[in-house]
């Protein structure tokens, strides 16, 4: 199965501490995006990257957050000195290169955060 | 202004009915994609269907069929013959050209479908 990976699934953090999120993209696919869903409510864009490069990341908080993704390995999203108010699902997409108003964003099972 | 709108937060059917889930949407590009998503209890994201805004016809994917009004800008999810698994959040989500062109994905806040034995 060469879908959406991400890991881990569950993440609980202290205040204080940092998150790290991964996400491996679908086989082929260079376009990563990362969404964060509180609960009850639908998914928020945070940030949109290719490899090596941020292309949008006009979701992403201005303070504690930032993603990458490197020209080998996985997308990263990392959250510095966690608050109580990041606990939420984190969820990664991806989709191919062309099309992109006609391709659907195929998601990893996301990872849920729990700040204590 | 919110790019897409579900006004139901929450429906109920009968086993083997027929639901609709409404959805419009708003934009100004001539190019764009309208998608819907089911987030069962586990929460996983599953893509159902899509259309595309030059598509004349309404798109279909086994029991699922998509009404598009373009005029109306709605793009409604039609689930025919409901069953227990069913139940779930159902997003719904447009893709149009950004500024930068990016197409950047938008989703509704969902609404959740309970289907009664």
């Known amino acids: 199965n060469a879908g959406v990976m991400q890991n881990p699934r569950h993440l609980v953090r202290r205040r204080g501490q940092e998150a790290r999120l991964r996400c491996s993209p679908m086989k082929g696919h260079s376009h990563v995006y990362w969404y964060r869903q509180l609960p009850e409510e639908g998914l928020k864009f945070m940030v949109y990257l290719q490899k090596e490069n941020i292309i949008d990341e006009s979701g992403m908080p201005k303070e504690r957050f930032s993603a990458e993704f490197p020209k080998e390995g996985p997308s990263i999203l990392r959250i510095q000195q966690v608050v109580r108010g990041d606990s939420a699902a984190y969820f990664c997409a991806s989709s191919p290169a062309t099309g992109l108003a006609n391709s659907p964003l195929h998601f990893g099972n996301g990872t849920r955060l729990t700040v204590t | 202004a919110q790019k897409i709108t579900q006004t139901q937060p929450g429906m109920f059917v009968q086993e083997k009915e027929a639901v609709t889930l409404d959805c419009t949407y708003d934009?100004?590009?001539?190019?764009?994609?309208l998608f819907w998503y089911k987030q069962p209890s586990s929460g996983e994201m599953i893509f159902l269907i899509y259309q595309g805004s030059y598509d004349e016809q309404n798109a279909t994917e086994g029991r699922y069929s998509l009404n598009f009004q373009k005029a109306r800008k709605s793009a409604n999810l039609v689930i025919s013959a409901s069953q227990l698994g069913d139940s779930a959040m159902y997003f719904c989500a447009m893709r149009e050209g950004t500024s930068g062109g990016s197409y950047i994905p938008t989703f509704g806040r969902g609404t959740s479908l309970i289907v009664h034995p």
């Open positions: 934009t100004s590009d001539q190019s764009y994609g």
